[in-house]
């Protein structure tokens, strides 16, 4: 994750030899409230693909003791940047928290698997994306009922795209993975589910992942609403899940 909004001051570097000489509580505690912003800010892009009801301090407060542990293992004679991999640490931490706090309601989980299910099984049978009328179809819903859906899957998942590639997760950050091939062949495989993609949702994506927009930002490029940014990087991701398991079915 490019962490591009956040500046290190000069004296950081003094601060990080000192730490490596004598890693002593003081100095650590220093260094994260160095990079306390960064925390902040993998909160506040985590947190557009979640529902308003989860506690952002608590987002607040697992990212905090993912970035003590990012300083605790840092080795500075990595090739890759600490914010780099500080920011991989950070919402690790986070997406274990929301994950057992499992607040996910079981009708909904129903819902989910239903619609993963469905674009599984039509993009595997049209080999392409489905349009939203032949999802409609296949769900036996009105197009109304679908984007009702929709939005709904948006509100209530929490779909990072990282999460369904597993290339940004600590193991990834510890083994320098700009050097690792199984990184590179996982990127590959994304840059093909995301051409694969309908323009609008390959264009959402792109935005928000490589370019680091927000919702908003993109919304003002698009001339759409925030809410119709958001279901398009909920479909996207969900249309990318399926091609991602089909690929992984191929391999077996």
Known sequence: MNQSNYEPSPDVDSLWKSYQRN?????RNQLAEHYLPLVKIVAGRLAISLPSHVDREDLLSSGFFGLLDAIDRYDLQRKNKFETYAGVRIRGAMIDHLRAKDWIPVTMRQKIRKYEQTVYRLETELGRSATDEELAEAMELSIEELHVL???LNSATVIPLEEYLRADTPEAADSSPEESAEYRELQETLAKAIDRLPEKERIVVSLYYYE???LK???LILHLSEARISQLHT???FRMRGYLARMKANLL
């Open 217 to 219: 930002e993109i919304s």
């Open 150 to 152: 929709v939005g709904q």
């Open 212 to 214: 680091e927009l927000t």
């Open 23 to 27: 890693k002593t509580i003081e100095l």
């Open 235 to 237: 479909k996207a991701v």
